[in-house]
């Protein structure tokens, strides 16, 4: 049985275990007592189940967000249209991590957009891109 501690120092929480015979302290930042002892348990529990349940990766919007910045730097003209493109997606799916995305749920948004919305096979791939 895993057991998750945490250690603060000069003000950043981090998290303490071992496993396998090493030992594991990844920082978790500068949070409240509160907010570290929520990712603990939740550490704790994903090593205990062989479950992940906190995703580290970006959220969908963030992510979009930077790529826009780029793609309004390499590619001023088109940039509006890009972001236009990306709306419906950010509406329906922006709100998740990336690690989270099932590739069944884009397969169901790319069908949504081409049955349901009339949209070009062309301008659906551009958005799952």
Known sequence: MVKVTIYWREGVAYLNWRDGGKRFRP???????REAEEIRSAREAELRHGVRIISRAPLLRDFLDVWLEWYKAEHPTTHGK???ELRI???NLGHRPIDTLRPIE???????RLVK????PETVGKEVR
């Not at 920082?27 to 007592?33: A, D, E, K």
């Open 27 to 33: 920082s978790i930042g500068r949070v409240s007592p």
């Open 82 to 84: 890009a972001k236009s």
């Open 89 to 91: 997606i950010l509406q």
């Open 106 to 112: 884009l397969e169901a948004y790319k069908t949504q």
């Open 117 to 120: 919305d009339k949209m070009a």
